[in-house]
T-cell receptor, first 112, second 115 residues
Framework: GNSVTQMEGPVTLSEEAFLTINCTYTATGYPSLFWYVQYPGEGLQLLLKATKADDKGSNKGFEATYRKETTSFHLEKGSVQVSDSAVYFCALGGQAGTALIFGKGTTLSVSS | DADVTQTPRNRITKTGKRIMLECSQT?????MYWYRQDPGLGLRLIYY???????NKGEISDGYSVSRQAQAKFSLSLESAIPNQTALYFC??????????????FGPGTRLLVL
């Protein structure tokens, strides 16, 4: 079945450092891919998404490109801020419109 | 006002008690979901509903039941709570009729502690 694997955290960075959080997937067909972010004490919010191969999703300085050849959707940001500290979830669109399949989440801590 | 609300936000209960978690949405979405979040395990799907007459089990439905009382309301029940149901519970919605029906919108969560 479909699945998502994302790098385990926590990831600890200094402000203005470059961020990569790896996400790979296993799926039949061509599902949509998502990154959600969970700030402390809050629910999940959609950060960005891509619906087909080679699409690049971007938002708030974050980017991720849907790579079919490597079955990956890595999240990147060129210069992180303290306010980016959160848990990041990679997710895969389910088959036949069923619910999303989430990775286990990666905790990012950014210090000033 | 929040589009997806959950009540209560925090709940402490005892083993064997029946409890209900409620979710309401004002987004007009047809699809609703219940997840639980545990440290190191991410989010796992409990139940989902594509409309009022459609209820589906998710990955971890044992010990839970749901009711879709109306398009805007989807409640989760623990018939006889046990300690390993201690978790953070999230409700989410999505809109089949939009061009991005898989995008889900989450409530703020209910933190449940079963003693």
């Amino acid at each position: 079945g479909n699945s998502v694997t994302q790098m385990e955290g926590p990831v600890t960075l200094s402000e203005e450092a470059f961020l990569t959080i790896n996400c790979t997937y296993t799926a039949t067909g061509y599902p949509s891919l998502f990154w959600y972010v969970q700030y402390p004490g809050e629910g999940l919010q959609l950060l960005l998404k891509a619906t087909k191969a080679d699409d690049k999703g971007s938002n708030k300085g974050f980017e991720a490109t849907y790579r079919k050849e490597t079955t990956s959707f890595h999240l990147e940001k060129g210069s992180v801020q303290v306010s980016d500290s959160a848990v990041y979830f990679c997710a895969l669109g389910g088959q036949a419109g069923t619910a999303l399949i989430f990775g286990k989440g990666t905790t990012l801590s950014v210090s000033s | 006002d929040a589009d997806v609300t959950q009540t209560p936000r925090n709940r402490i209960t005892k083993t064997g008690k029946r409890i209900m978690l409620e979710c309401s949405q004002t987004k007009g979405h047809d699809r609703m979901y219940w997840y639980r979040q545990d440290p190191g395990l991410g989010l796992r799907l409990i139940y989902y509903s594509f409309d009022v007459k459609d209820i589906n089990k998710g990955e971890i439905s044992d010990g839970y039941s749901v009711s879709r009382q109306a398009q805007a309301k989807f409640s989760l029940s623990l018939e006889s709570a046990i300690p390993n149901q201690t978790a953070l519970y999230f409700c989410a919605t999505s809109d089949f009729n939009s061009g991005s029906q898989e995008t889900q919108y989450f409530g703020p969560g209910t933190r449940l502690l079963v003693l």
